[in-house]
């Protein structure tokens, strides 16, 4: 990742950048803001010439860039900020990590004002928009060869209390640090990844970090009754894992229990998708990926908050030994259900882990985050995910907390009459009623696995924004990482 140091005396160095905000009601045009340390006057009214010349408007993420030849600074870039709230700031920073993405060191002179909050979201901005997935190097195309820049090597924020901004600047740098791992992990082509590589991948990071960590390989996952991991995993010749990491601060008051789907990839299985359907189902884990990342980064903040991350991981496949429509599979726990769909897969390796977590880990709550359904993106489009949960306080928490990361997501409702829909004739439940509501239906199935602790139960559908299909803000094409910042600002609440 880029560099980003606090000073308080800039060294000269191009090019500088002066943040701008939109005109007030009394003006005609939008102003510099206030800086703590203010740029020389004739630099200052060239820049405030320039506002009203380049028809700049302040908006948060504008930029323009001005050449000045034989002076110095010999470029000088001015930058929207908008009306200074966090999400302006964090569009911002991802603004001006794209527009000098080729410099090798860019000075930032940071309002006099500016809180800790809006610089942390700066950081995050500069850190996320700037990364880039890179697959592992190979004999004919070594690592960082002739790749584009990312962003910018260094930015200096100049700030007039360097020390007073440490802490946002570290926990911007962890939350921005883990994001990028769960967009690593979600954007790497199943060929390489699989459940084994997964585990493989995870493990040294989460023993450094001081997890605790258990993986069940098929035979133990037999042994304890795991049945809807098995069934998914069946069809493919790369067996399933459960990978179940525990962060356990002696300090901490609340256990919260972490799932995530991890389907490192998604044929459909008998119920095989369309081509077109099939294309990005390396990212069918990007949940396991974002709760998995989630707990790294709270290990590394040290939240006290006692956090168990399950990631039910398997490759749904085609082959002569895979799961059909019309079995019957029974969880983890005793309940069964009727496959209607192997393309509802998903939901049935977490309800092992659901189940097991409910039975097993006694946590104070479950959240559980699935690229679980199309019917997401048909309900609320690409970017917002889709939240369900039984209690009004825990779900407005959590909404809270992922506006102020700047992610999206609306609750849906979990109908009492649309229960009925998911009864079978020849099991406990249907695992994919037919009666359509496919997203609102697939919670009420999750919901059947949480025994006493439904009332105490999110579940997020973030299928549609876990997948960015080009650049904007801080979102580069590709996996986003959805879900890892909206944790990271929960979390710390429930301490």
Same mark, same amino acid.
């Given at each position: 990742?880029? +560099?980003?140091?606090?000073?308080?005396?800039?060294?000269?160095?191009?090019?500088?950048?002066?943040?701008?905000?939109?005109?007030?009601?009394?003006?005609?045009?939008?102003?510099?803001?206030?800086?703590?340390?203010?740029?020389?006057?004739e630099?200052?009214?060239?820049?405030?010439?320039?506002?009203?010349?380049?028809?700049?408007?302040?908006?948060?993420?504008?930029?323009?860039?001005?050449?000045?030849? /034989? %002076? +110095?600074?010999?470029?000088?870039?001015?930058?929207?900020?908008?009306?200074?709230?966090?999400?302006?700031?964090?569009?911002? #920073?991802? +603004?001006?990590?794209?527009?000098?993405?080729?410099?090798?060191?860019?000075?930032?002179?940071?309002?006099?004002?500016?809180?800790?909050?809006?610089?942390?979201?700066?950081?995050?901005?500069?850190?996320?928009?700037?990364?880039?997935?890179?697959?592992?190097?190979?004999?004919?195309?070594?690592?960082? #060869?002739?790749?584009?820049?990312?962003g910018?090597?260094?930015?200096?924020?100049?700030?007039?209390?360097?020390?007073?901004?440490?802490?946002? !600047?570290?926990?911007? %740098?962890?939350?921005?640090?883990?994001?990028?791992?769960?967009?690593?992990?979600?954007?790497?082509?199943?060929?390489?990844?699989?459940?084994?590589?997964?585990?493989?991948?995870?493990?040294?990071?989460?023993?450094?970090?001081?997890?605790?960590?258990?993986?069940?390989?098929? #035979?133990?996952?037999?042994?304890?009754?795991?049945?809807?991991?098995?069934?998914?995993?069946?069809?493919?010749?790369?067996?399933?894992?459960?990978? =179940?990491?525990?962060?356990?601060?002696?300090?901490?008051t609340?256990?919260?229990? *972490?799932?995530?789907? /991890?389907?490192?990839?998604?044929?459909?299985?008998?119920?095989?998708?369309?081509?077109?359907?099939?294309?990005?189902?390396?990212?069918?884990?990007?949940?396991?990926?974002?709760?998995?990342?989630?707990?790294? /980064?709270?290990?590394?903040m040290?939240?006290?908050? %006692?956090?168990?991350? !399950?990631?039910? *991981?398997?490759?749904?496949?085609?082959?002569?030994?895979?799961?059909?429509?019309?079995?019957?599979?029974r969880?983890?726990?005793g309940?069964?259900? =009727?496959?209607?769909?192997?393309?509802?897969?998903?939901?049935?390796?977490?309800?092992?882990?659901?189940a097991?977590?409910?039975?097993?880990?006694?946590?104070? !709550?479950?959240?559980?985050?699935?690229?679980?359904?199309g019917?997401?993106?048909?309900?609320?489009?690409?970017?917002?995910? $889709?939240?369900?949960?039984d209690?009004?306080?825990?779900? $407005?928490?959590?909404?809270?907390?992922?506006d102020?990361?700047?992610?999206?997501?609306?609750?849906?409702?979990?109908?009492?009459?649309?229960?009925?829909?998911?009864?079978?004739?020849? $099991?406990?439940?249907?695992?994919?009623?037919?009666?359509?509501?496919?997203?609102?239906? +697939?919670? !009420?199935?999750?919901?059947?696995?949480?025994?006493?602790?439904?009332?105490?139960?999110?579940?997020?559908?973030?299928?549609?924004?876990?997948?960015?299909?080009?650049?904007?803000?801080?979102?580069?094409?590709?996996?986003?990482?959805?879900?890892? %910042?909206?944790?990271l600002?929960?979390?710390?609440? *429930?301490?």
């Open positions: 990742m880029l +560099a980003i140091r606090l000073v308080t005396d800039p060294a000269e160095r191009d090019p500088l950048v002066l943040p701008v905000r939109p005109a007030g009601d009394a003006q005609e045009h939008p102003e510099l803001v206030a800086v703590a340390r203010p740029p020389a006057a630099l200052a009214d060239e820049a405030t010439a320039l506002l009203s010349m380049a028809r700049l408007t302040g908006e948060a993420g504008e930029t323009h860039l001005t050449l000045r030849p /034989g %002076r +110095a600074p010999s470029r000088l870039v001015l930058l929207g900020v908008g009306d200074g709230g966090d999400g302006d700031w964090r569009r911002a #920073g991802a +603004a001006l990590a794209r527009a000098t993405a080729h410099e090798t060191c860019i000075t930032l002179l940071m309002p006099v004002d500016v809180t800790s909050e809006a610089l942390g979201a700066l950081a995050e901005g500069l850190w996320l928009a700037s990364y880039r997935f890179r697959m592992p190097p190979t004999a004919q195309r070594p690592a960082d #060869g002739d790749d584009e820049a990312d910018p090597a260094e930015v200096v924020l100049v700030v007039a209390d360097p020390q007073q901004h440490e802490g946002a !600047l570290e926990r911007a %740098r962890i939350t921005a640090e883990t994001t990028r791992l769960a967009r690593d992990l979600t954007n790497m082509p199943s060929s390489v990844k699989c459940p084994q590589w997964f585990v493989e991948r995870i493990r040294p990071e989460a023993e450094r970090a001081g997890l605790t960590v258990t993986v069940r390989e098929p #035979g133990q996952l037999a042994a304890e009754g795991f049945g809807g991991i098995l069934a998914v995993g069946g069809g493919s010749a790369r067996g399933p894992r459960l990978l =179940e990491l525990s962060w356990a601060p002696e300090n901490a609340t256990h919260v229990v *972490l799932v995530g789907k /991890g389907i490192t990839f998604d044929t459909g299985g008998i119920s095989i998708k369309p081509r077109e359907a099939m294309v990005l189902m390396r990212k069918d884990m990007a949940g396991a990926a974002a709760v998995v990342a989630a707990t790294l /980064g709270a290990a590394a040290k939240l006290p908050v %006692r956090i168990t991350t !399950l990631a039910p *991981l398997a490759e749904n496949m085609v082959s002569g030994t895979a799961f059909r429509p019309g079995d019957v599979v969880h983890y726990g309940i069964t259900s =009727e496959t209607t769909n192997s393309d509802a897969e998903g939901r049935l390796v977490l309800a092992d882990a659901l097991y977590a409910v039975s097993e880990l006694g946590p104070d !709550l479950v959240v559980d985050l699935a690229t679980l359904t019917a997401n993106a048909v309900a609320l489009g690409k970017h917002t995910g $889709a939240l369900y949960s209690d009004d306080t825990l779900a $407005a928490g959590f909404l809270a907390a992922v102020a990361a700047g992610e999206r997501a609306w609750r849906l409702p979990l109908p009492a009459d649309y229960v009925p829909y998911l009864r079978s004739d020849i $099991a406990d439940l249907y695992s994919a009623p037919l009666q359509g509501a496919g997203s609102v239906t +697939a919670a !009420l199935f999750l919901r059947e696995f949480l025994g006493d602790l439904r009332d105490r139960w999110l579940h997020v559908d973030m299928s549609a924004p876990s997948w960015a299909y080009g650049d904007q803000h801080e979102l580069v094409s590709g996996a986003t990482g959805w879900g890892v %910042r909206s944790l600002r929960w979390l710390p609440d *429930l301490a």
